[in-house]
């Protein structure tokens, strides 16, 4: 019976920090993107070396979504500003370069649907 409890006390926390958080699919904290350094729309971090992000440029073509990319070896600066830990990584900007939506690795369909919208 206790087992059963502290199972039903695990999962309600997992869904209550997943409702706190729909935003975002990963566990990479918010980017800190200055107003008018990025245009609105997705942005895709990547780095020439990284196979994951050869394939997460072919997820999004694929899907008809465009996308500004940022890659490590050409804008390096702008990972340590924007405090991006991580590739690939995709974010989706409003006009003031807050993010609505986060998602690290290959986008997911789940990521694809929220970067839509």
């Known amino acids: 019976m206790r087992l059963v409890v502290v199972f039903a006390v695990v ?10 958080r729909p935003w975002q699919d990963s566990a990479h904290p918010p980017l800190r993107i200055p107003p008018d350094e990025l245009p609105a729309g997705v942005v895709l971090f990547t780095s020439t070396d990284c196979d994951q992000c050869a394939t997460a440029r072919g997820v999004l073509k694929r899907a008809g979504i465009a996308y500004r990319e940022v890659t490590w070896e050409i804008e390096s600066d702008r990972f340590a500003r924007y405090g991006v830990q991580g590739v690939p990584l995709v974010a989706r900007l409003d006009a003031s370069g807050r993010q609505s939506h986060l998602a690290a690795g290959v986008p997911t369909k789940r990521t694809l649907r929220a970067i839509r919208s």
């Open 11 to 20: 999962a309600g926390a997992l869904g209550l920090s997943r409702l706190s």
